[in-house]
């Protein structure tokens, strides 16, 4: 006898045997039972997860010798031959061979004949999104008004791709991915009828491998059943080319700790075996979503969502302590990258070589201490401000040449005394200001003034991208924070001690009053009056020009005055621009 394959073999024959779609087996029975019964059925859900057998036993149901009933009896002939395939009166068709107008007509004047030998003729279209446009409009009027005794029951993995004229006119039953653990409970079964020796781990894998669908889980088991022994998670790695979570707990470490080199030379061990440079960022970027559950989740619901054991769970644990949220996120974005590379490339190896390095390498720099300093430097200058020991001298003021040459022989020269004051150096060699206020500045200029003073980095940049000066005077200082998350991190400790020193330098006082706190309504009325409330601050004096003394300047002015024009009729400039003359007196 021929070999059956366990997923033919152990198809569903009932409703209660369909493994999930709780909702579903509910809403069939109560029709059947109640006797109402539709024309056309649209059963839709991604592959592997009962449409076909659904729509099956539901045939059975209501064309058994005993119906309709919700528990067929599987020994009458209709019943039978169901099982069997091969009915008169239940016509299997499959849409992507048969989607031309021709096979739909073909199907419509064979609708008009009785059943045979059954209660009803029920067709089922299976991937009914193939057909094309013009046999979905033949079919439309049958759909929605068919002869008596009639019944469509349509299957499809993309009902997006199905007319919204047939969807309109069926029952629309949206079949579920089934759930992890009772697809490990039903291979459970097979596997102790089978008399399979596996592991509760080895199914647990099968099961996440499948994606929902039982199936694809059963043809992997029947796949593994021909092995030796007790089948292991190391076996189903193996033969689907997964790698194993040691190996991917070695390479991940080696990546998190930023080592380029140790990675690189795990991954030419990880393709020496054999595994394809696609298939190792695939699992890679698994394992990095575990990690990513395992920082945010509770032990629980990291064991239930990505079905590790307890000692998985604890390696994943100790690992991400040295990772962030954010930086475990960038891995999984750069891993995706990475793989739509991968599948476009002629050199594959040469790819994945460049993701490992590039993955090492950029994890160290994306911590969050490293961006918070950049975003610094870039906003608000250096870090630490340069120490200068001593300003230069000031330069001799320079005259304009030309002045100098008309002027009496001897030069002039700037007195010694008029320089009280050192000109100061230029700006990029400064150490950090510490301005005073100007009298009458308004609250955006104080605000830059403070901002100056403000000796942290970061702090400084926080408050430029989400402070907001409300009011800066000596007895009170009012800033406003847009976000209630700043504002808990400088309402306190060495954030707020640099900003109420930044005021002290700014007023030249000592614990200044400064309130920090969220935007209200009247801050704009504040902001307005803010100005009144300064007192007028000393300023520098600035540095003093050399001056010319003032018979110099006299005779300097003698001897450029321009000699005084005498006002002519137009007819005489007529003729003194014709001859080229000119007037003498």
């Known amino acids: 006898m021929n070999y059956i394959p366990l997923y033919r073999k152990y198809r569903p024959q009932k409703l209660e045997e369909v493994v999930g779609q709780e909702h579903i087996k509910k809403a069939l029975k109560n029709a059947i039972e109640l006797d109402k019964i539709s024309h056309a059925y649209l059963f839709t859900g991604p592959r592997g997860t009962g449409k076909t057998s659904t729509a099956r036993i539901f045939a059975k149901s209501l064309n058994c010798k005993e119906g309709p009933t919700i528990s067929p009896c ?30 739909a007509q073909n199907i419509l004047e064979k609708v008009m004949y009785a059943p045979v030998n059954s209660r009803y003729k029920i067709y089922i279209i299976d991937e009914v999104h193939m057909l094309s446009t013009t046999a979905f409009n033949a079919l439309l009027k049958t759909l929605e008004e068919p002869p008596k005794n009639v019944i469509f029951i349509l299957a499809t993995t993309e009902v997006h791709k199905v007319l919204d004229t047939i969807k309109s006119r069926c029952q629309r039953f949206d079949f579920k991915r089934i759930t ?9 079964y097979i596997s102790d009828s089978e008399k399979i020796n596996i592991t509760d781990d080895a ?25 030796d022994g007790e089948i292991t998670t190391n076996d189903i790695n193996n033969l689907l080319g997964r790698l194993s979570f040691d190996t991917l707990n070695s390479l991940v470490d080696r990546i998190v700790n930023s080592k380029p080199q140790e990675a690189i030379q795990e991954l030419e061990n990880i393709y020496n075996s054999g595994n394809e440079p696609v298939q190792i960022l695939t699992n890679l970027m698994d394992y990095l979503k575990n990690l990513l559950i395992v920082k945010n989740c509770t032990n629980e619901i990291a064991l239930d969502i990505t079905q590790a054991n307890d000692g998985q769970i604890k390696a994943l644990a100790e690992q991400v302590q040295n990772v962030e949220t954010h930086q475990i996120v960038f891995l999984i974005d750069k891993c995706a990258e990475y793989i739509k590379e991968l599948k476009l490339t002629n050199n594959p190896r040469l790819w994945l070589e460049v993701a490992i390095i590039d993955l090492a390498n950029l994890t160290e720099n994306t911590k969050l201490v490293e961006l918070q300093n950049r975003l610094a430097r870039l906003e608000g200058g250096a870090v630490e401000p340069i120490k200068v020991t001593a300003y230069k001298t000031a330069p001799a003021p320079v005259t304009k040449p030309e002045i100098m040459k008309s002027a ?17 150096p230029q700006e990029e060699f400064s150490p950090m200001p510490k301005s005073k206020p100007v009298a009458g500045a308004d609250v955006l200029g104080l605000w830059g003034q403070l901002l100056e003073n403000v000796q942290s980095a970061p702090t400084r940049a926080l408050l430029k991208q989400w402070g907001a000066p409300v009011k800066i005077s000596p007895d009170e ?59 007028p601050q000393k300023t520098v004096e600035k540095q003093k020009e050399p ?10 002015k003698q001897q450029f005055k321009k000699p005084e024009t005498t006002v002519h009729s137009d007819n ?3 003729v003194m621009d014709l001859f080229d003359g000119k007037v003498i007196d």
């Open 74 to 103: 599987g020994v009458c002939e209709n019943c039978i031959d169901i099982t069997n395939s091969t009915p008169m009166d239940v016509i299997e068709i499959d849409a992507a061979s048969n989607r031309k107008v021709e096979d």
């Open 180 to 188: 992890t653990d009772d697809i490990v409970k039903h291979l459970r």
């Open 203 to 227: 199914l647990s894998t099968i099961a996440k491998n499948s994606a929902g669908g039982m199936r694809d889980s059963i043809a992997l088991l029947d796949q593994l059943s021909v092995l």
């Open 408 to 424: 009496a022989p001897k030069p002039v020269q700037p007195e010694p005394q008029k320089f009280e004051q050192p000109q100061p």
């Open 477 to 535: 200082t009012i800033i406003t924070m847009k976000n209630e998350i700043f504002l808990n991190q400088v309402q306190s400790g060495a954030k707020k001690q640099s900003i109420i020193q930044a005021v002290d330098n700014l007023f030249g006082q000592s614990s200044s009053n400064v309130v920090i706190r969220l935007p209200q309504a009247g801050d704009d009325a504040v902001r307005q009056v803010t100005t009144s409330t300064v007192p």
């Open 547 to 556: 001056e010319i003394e003032l018979e110099e300047v006299q005779e300097i």
């Open 572 to 574: 005489v400039k007529m």
